[in-house]
């Protein structure tokens, strides 16, 4: 901190609308899209209380950086966190900085470049069979769908698909109801949460058994040597020679967090980024154009696999400009770990800061025309570093980054080579704002493609007969716990 500086938390300028007792809670709730938009005047920084507490908006993209690069002064802490600890402990992406680097160091060879081929193989068969799956004039039930490819795919990548029906069922049951009850209890003073409510019941319930689930299919792993080429297998495997003897590999508990932090996140996070993408596409009829030619000339009838990752421009930046509109992650917070100077401005230790990906990436100063759906306009550049933060930034951005794009472009290719979407209904839709910007309740109608397999004057070569997919089970109101 610096001798010049005198301004304190108190001259930051309070958001219009608090109430008493409940603080900025009500419009949190009622619409937080909104409410955050509102604020997108205030240049730098401005106060938000919620509850008898208050928390410290970031507007402004470079001290949105300089928070997320300083892990060690800005750390992962406040309502946001701690409602996700209680499901899945200090797995990676909830662990305080003191445990982070270690925990960082034994996850990364389960998303290491060669580990990712494999994976994109499962992505795009698991996206063929789900979209194989469908009828022609369907009204599709997209994050319920998409819920089912991610699953699937999920299952694979991390447990070689050895999973029984019916612990998958059990785990999906669970996730649901938990998911559905975070942001409702964020916003709940801590005297109301603790009340033993028929929800809160139901919760604690769900919490547990999921918790028990993982570690169950854990010790079972820790009894098999074998490697399934999976990425629990590579989080078994994992040693860390940084480390102290008895650190050096996951604790049956750390590996339990760990399973638990991945299961959730890449099932939810991604399903809803599809669910998007496919929305927009079916929105935009000459960017659906375009990126079925895309697929038309790049496929050529194949299945969709990582060889054909290069060459799927088109289908990236429509990844890419999804995730700007609507990133997952909307809302993140932080708790300042000592005392520091952020702009001028002395934080105390412990002081919450919140971080917005929605209020950044929707700025009139960054974005042309910031509310518009445009893939164009990342041809020929890349994302700003500030500007743009869906998953984080710094020592702390979201380890499944490209685990979740590459999963992203294959299944949303898929889609593009076998369906024609279109919306139902001329009500525009709106996301449901819960911890992640839920996609819940979106539909789309299925029209099936008539092409040509470019050179061949050929209908298209099926990319494979559709194998038998997990019923979908349900994606719940909730959505992705695993801020970045």
């Known amino acids: 901190m610096t001798e010049t500086s005198t301004a304190t938390t108190a001259s930051i300028p309070v958001a219009p609308g608090a109430l008493p007792l409940l603080g ?20 730098r ?26 892990d060690r002064t800005f750390d992962k802490g406040g309502p946001i966190y701690d409602r996700i600890r209680e499901v899945i402990g200090d797995g990676l ?22 580990r990712l081929q494999g994976y ?18 369907q009204v599709l039930d997209v994050t319920r769908e998409m819920m089912t490819l991610t699953t699937q795919a999920t299952m694979e990548t991390m447990f070689s698909g050895s999973l029984p029906a019916e612990t998958l069922r059990r785990a999906l049951a669970d996730t649901n109801t938990v998911v559905s009850a975070f942001f409702r209890r964020m916003m709940t003073p801590a005297l109301l949460r603790r009340l033993p409510t028929p929800g809160k019941r139901r919760y604690d319930r769900a919490r547990a058994r999921l918790f028990a689930t993982i570690t ?27 480390s102290l003897d008895h650190e050096q590999r996951l604790s049956d508990s750390e ?11 890449g099932m939810e996070t991604t399903a809803i980024t599809l669910a998007w993408a496919l929305h927009l596409v079916a929105t ?37 400009e999804t995730l700007r509109l609507y990133p997952p992650a909307w809302m993140m917070t932080r708790t300042v770990a000592r005392e520091a100077e952020l702009d001028g401005v002395r934080l105390r230790r412990g002081d919450i800061l919140v971080l917005s990906p929605y209020l950044i990436h929707r700025r009139p100063d960054l974005y042309a025309d910031p509310d518009r759906f445009d893939p164009d306009r990342w041809l020929g550049t890349s994302p700003d570093r500030a500007g743009y933060v869906p998953f984080g930034a710094g020592a702390r951005k979201c380890i499944g980054d490209q685990f979740a794009l590459t999963e992203a472009i294959l ?27 839920s996609s819940r309740g979106l539909r789309l109608r299925l029209r099936r493609r008539r092409t040509e397999t470019p050179g061949t004057g050929a209908p298209p070569v099926a990319a494979s007969q559709p194998v038998p997919v997990p019923p979908a089970l349900g994606s719940g109101p909730g959505a992705c716990p695993v801020a970045h």
Request: charged residues 20%; negative net charge; glycine residues 6%.
């Open 24 to 43: 900025h809670a009500l419009p949190l709730l009622r619409d937080p899209l909104a409410f955050i938009s509102s604020l997108a005047g205030y240049p």
């Open 45 to 70: 920084m401005v106060r938000v209380r919620l509850g008898l507490t208050s928390a410290v908006l970031i507007c402004d993209p470079t001290l949105t950086r300089q928070i997320f690069v300083n």
């Open 93 to 114: 992406s909830t662990c305080p900085y003191p445990l982070h680097r270690r925990q960082r160091r034994l996850c990364q060879p389960s998303f290491h470049p060669r």
């Open 120 to 137: 994109a193989a499962v992505f795009g068969r698991a996206s063929d069979a789900t979209a194989g799956s469908w009828h022609d004039g």
């Open 216 to 242: 169950e299919i854990v010790a079972a792993r820790r009894a098999d040597p074998t490697d399934h080429a999976d990425l629990l297998s590579a989080l078994v495997a994992a040693v860390d020679v940084e």
């Open 255 to 265: 590996l339990a967090d760990q399973a638990l932090t991945f299961f959730l996140g």
């Open 284 to 320: 935009h009829p000459e960017v659906q154009r375009g990126l079925q030619a895309e697929t038309d000339t790049v496929l050529a009838g194949a299945l969709p696999g990582p060889e054909h990752l290069p060459r799927l421009d088109l289908a990236a930046r429509v990844v890419t």
């Open 411 to 437: 299944a949303l290719t898929a889609v593009a080579a076998r369906w024609e979407l279109s919306p139902v209904g001329e009500e525009p839709f709106r996301p449901k704002v819960e911890t992640s910007l």
